[in-house]
């Protein structure tokens, strides 16, 4: 069986679906879940939530990227860009 260009033929094992001759033709590219390691959603939503990632000529997938961060009203991102803090600063009253 052969594949389209932008396509890889995987075993029915590895697969949801089958062919007559037990493999089927898969794209190279598939949208996944961003990564979200190290990044604290509270306050917050992610702009790039799915992600396309790549199958190189080893069969391996590219690695997705990195997670966005929006925060919400009333919050900012700190340096890091990992969590949304509170854009209001509390300070002590005046004592006069």
Partial sequence: MECAANQ?????GQTNGTTPQGRKCLPNQKTVSCDDKGINKANGSFTNEKVSVTRDANGTYTTPSKCTLKCNEGFKLNEAKTACMS????VSCDKT
Avoid: N
């Fill in 87 to 90: 854009s209001t600063k509390q």
């Fill in 8 to 12: 890889h033929l995987e075993d029915e």
